[in-house]
């Protein structure tokens, strides 16, 4: 396929159906479609502030490519704080802790610590750090991320002390 | 201007006929191509999707004892396998420090070997475990052992139309792999080194393959360093000495933004010392 073609998706629990081009980005496909909780960072696979769940997968959208996301399911942020609990709870969490400063980074460091917790994660500071890697925070120190997330790892007897 | 197109191959036959067309450019987890992409190092090219192709992404525990990877196998699924966690801790060492843990959940291990970069991680342990690819084009099958797949920075033996289908090889415990970097996640490595061991009852080294990355155009086998290991008695603190003079006869570092050409010689012997210890440890030694 070449020039604009449409791609069948579910985005946020809602089915959509909407153009592309072969070598955009996932990343930019969000962008362009409204979804501005994704952000755009560096844009080349290193900050995280544009991870989603790609059927259930974080990814950085942004070394994700869109046209290969046809019949796939995408949730972000936003999405998921309507309706996910596990995500509500992090983003409270993320407030209460003043872990957000200018916010850029916050979208997807959520996805990246639900990822985390999903995947059997325990609070473990160490270990939650290594889930929050590939995401970069250029405020916060990192500190009060971890706090947040360790505080909801503990909440949900996922371990811990 | 940017000018791709785009086909979706569902399995392999269709893969191989889109691949067969010169301007093919084969996307899998997509995390080198639209990388590439954005910098305009490639353009007028069609992307071949081959995510679908499901059946390469597993790890296998064959009947004749060998492990398969399939080429679509993501890292994240390397790094979460217990069966690699002990019958290949070096290529599992390698995937749990891949990258981060979200690129990990994209990147392949098909990709990784298949960009050639000489930083690529899976490389190193795969070339220690003397490992052998299996390739598929329009005309048929080949098997292709790893230490011939690699030409230059970004350069493979793959012929115009061939891709990887998976990686093959025998298991080895003892095996390990260690990666020096900038910082823990997102680094890209400064030198890596993988080792694999096997011991006779007495503690002599019968067999030993050595392995590095970013110390030379391609990821590379340390064949000096392994003929000075192999025969003597594990862990001979002169041998130790003698296998990180000869393994300067292997590497050709360069000076880049993450270190200079010296600094890599010194640790590419630290590693290798670290490397052969790391992988006997687990002998009982």
């Known amino acids: ?161 | 201007m940017k000018n791709f197109n785009y086909i979706n191959a569902p399995d392999l036959p269709s893969a191989l006929e889109a691949l067969a067309k010169p301007d093919a450019y084969l996307v899998a987890g997509g995390t080198n191509a639209l990388v590439d992409i954005r910098a305009g190092k490639i353009n007028d090219r069609t992307l071949v999707n081959i995510q679908g192709l499901t059946e390469f992404d597993r790890i296998t525990l064959q009947e004749n004892g060998r492990i398969q990877i399939g080429a679509l196998t993501a890292i994240s699924k390397l790094a979460a396998s217990d069966l690699l966690a002990e019958k290949a801790p070096a290529l599992y060492q390698a995937a749990c420090n891949f990258a981060d843990p979200l690129t990990r959940n994209s990147a392949t291990i098909g990709g990784n070997l298949a960009n050639a970069s000489p930083a690529a991680d899976t490389a190193p342990p795969l070339l220690a475990l003397d490992a052998e690819l299996l390739l598929a084009s329009r005309f048929g099958e080949r098997r292709l052992p790893l230490q011939e797949f690699f030409l230059g920075v970004g350069k493979t033996a793959l012929v115009p139309g061939e891709m990887v289908l998976a990686v093959e090889f025998m298991p080895n415990s003892f095996s390990s792999f260690l990666k020096l970097g900038l910082r823990q996640a997102m680094a890209i490595s400064i030198v890596t080194a993988a080792a694999a061991l096997s011991l006779d009852k007495e503690g002599i080294v019968r067999e030993f393959h050595l392995a590095f990355g970013s110390v030379g155009p391609t990821p590379l086998r340390a064949y000096n360093g392994e003929k000075a290991v192999t025969g003597t008695e594990f862990a001979d603190p002169e041998v130790i000495k003698q296998l990180q003079e000869a393994v300067q006869l292997d590497i050709n570092p360069i000076d880049d933004l993450r270190a200079g050409a010296g600094y890599r010689r010194e640790m590419a012997g630290v590693l290798a010392k670290r490397a052969i210890l790391s992988a006997g440890r687990e002998v009982g030694q």
């Not at chain 1, 959509?16 to 479609?33: D, G, I, M």
Request: aromatic share 6%; with cysteine.
């Open chain 1, 1 to 161: 396929m070449s020039g604009t073609f449409e791609i069948n998706l579910r985005i946020n629990g809602q089915e959509a159906v909407l153009p592309t081009t072969a070598e955009k980005s996932l990343l930019r496909f969000l962008r362009e479609h409204n979804y501005w909780d994704v952000k755009c960072g560096c844009e080349e696979g290193d900050c995280g502030s544009c991870a989603v769940l790609l059927d259930g997968r974080a990814v950085k959208s942004c070394i994700t490519l869109a046209a290969a996301c046809n019949g796939r399911e995408i949730w972000t942020n936003r999405g998921l704080g309507r309706t996910d609990e596990l995500t509500k709870k992090l983003q409270a969490a993320f407030v209460e802790s003043g872990a957000i400063q200018c916010g850029f980074c916050t979208c997807g460091m959520i996805i990246a610590a639900k990822h985390y917790l999903e995947q059997g994660g325990k609070a473990d500071r160490s270990q939650i750090k290594e889930a929050i890697s590939g995401n970069l925070c250029r405020c916060t120190g990192y500190v009060k991320i971890v706090d947040a997330v360790y505080g909801v790892a503990l909440e949900m007897g996922t371990g811990g002390i």
